[in-house]
């Protein structure tokens, strides 16, 4: 969710800080345990409790033939965003690669040390921020993002991924996924709901990891974009990324980018506290003609991960408001990592041939 913030729209707080919508009466945990053979938990992560129960509940209710809640196959639409909901954004994650960017940059040409952006930025992220804002945002991802091939982007960025690690954690960038979400993308495959994720963070840098991170192929990936153009030198060609920043995936601009890449309202949609940036994602979905779910993560676990929180409570307020499900990771996740050294789980679970 934070990403587009951090380049341009509110990245400033960013540094700085660094129910029961899906209820009913269909209960696939009892089916599970009086129908058959007992089933594995499809969500082990989440401890048994309201939000557990209810997405449990509108998985069942929604793929369920002959339910008065079915939804047909072709409009399992699932959207989910990245940062804070599908891994940490304590710092956010695009952010550190930026300013690897930037340094790696820098030691090309040593003489950017001595220019702006990258001398006051590299100097002091969150002051540079805060002095130039928005606008120095945006200088410095035109900067560092534009003249350069697609391709060429996406293998920098592959690169990072398989060395950096998180600097809180000091574990590898995977392993800060959050495996109750891995869990429930899997859940949701399982029953035939397409997963794509609606974030701020640059959709070329989401698509490198989408795949092996969630399981989330790369063109169901959606987020913020940097302009682009064709080229052609005899028989090669390539995308050439240009140093502007097309499109920021957040707030607002979120249900468009949605309606203009998949033609239809979500049924599923999730996001996190931390910066209003999915309130208009998760109302988009509510919105649809037939059943939705709407699933908003909240960061109040400074002991696992960190708590933080908005000053105006909007996020926390919309819940609350229009019904949506609240997940705490303190008290609905038993589990908030995958365990060390462990490739996410993104096989399909055992509830997979459930009715």
């Known amino acids: ?44 992560a989440w401890r048994d409790g309201a939000a557990k129960q209810s997405v449990l509940n509108f998985v069942s209710k929604t793929t369920t033939p002959g339910s008065p809640e079915f939804v ?42 001595g220019r702006s952006p990258y001398k006051e930025f590299l100097a002091d992220p969150a002051a540079y921020f805060k002095s130039t804002g928005e606008a120095g945002a945006v200088r410095l991802l035109n900067e560092l993002y534009g003249n350069t091939s697609l391709d060429a982007f996406q293998d920098d960025a592959r690169r990072y991924f398989a060395n950096a690690r ?91 980018n949605i309606a203009l890449q998949i033609g239809k309202r979500p049924v599923f949609a999730a996001g996190n506290v931390g910066g209003k940036g999915d309130i208009a994602m998760l109302s988009y979905s509510q919105a649809r003609k037939g059943p939705s779910f709407q699933l908003l993560v909240n960061h109040d676990d400074a002991e696992r991960e960190s708590a933080y929180a908005e000053s105006d409570g909007a996020s926390l307020r919309a819940a609350s408001e229009r019904g949506w499900t609240v997940v705490s990771m303190k008290r609905d996740w038993s589990r908030v990592f995958p365990t060390p050294g462990a490739a996410a789980a993104l096989q399909a679970p055992a509830l997979a041939q459930a009715p």
Request: aromatic fraction near 8%; glycine fraction near 8%.
């Open 72 to 113: 047909a196959p072709e409009d399992r639409i699932a959207v989910f965003d990245n940062d804070g909901t599908l891994w940490r954004e304590d710092p956010v994650i695009e952010l550190l690669f930026v300013i690897n960017r930037a340094q790696e940059r820098v030691r090309a040409e040593p003489a950017l040390a």
């Open 1 to 44: 969710m934070r990403f587009a913030q951090a380049a341009g729209i509110g990245l400033l707080a960013l540094c700085a800080a660094c129910s029961t919508s899906g209820g009913g009466n269909a209960d696939m945990a009892s089916a599970a345990a009086t129908s058959g053979p007992k089933l594995l938990d499809p969500l082990p």
């Open 166 to 256: 998180h600097p809180k954690s000091k574990a590898p960038l995977r392993e800060g996924t959050y495996q109750p979400m891995l869990e429930l993308l899997a859940l949701l495959r399982a029953h035939g709901y397409q997963t794509w994720i609606c974030s701020g963070g640059t959709t070329d840098f989401m698509r490198v990891v989408s795949q092996s991170y969630y399981g989330i192929p790369p063109q169901q990936v959606i987020g913020s974009r940097v302009a682009a153009q064709f080229r052609e030198s005899g028989r090669d060609n390539e995308i050439w990324r240009e140093p502007k920043i097309e499109s920021f995936n957040d707030k607002q601009m979120k249900p468009v």
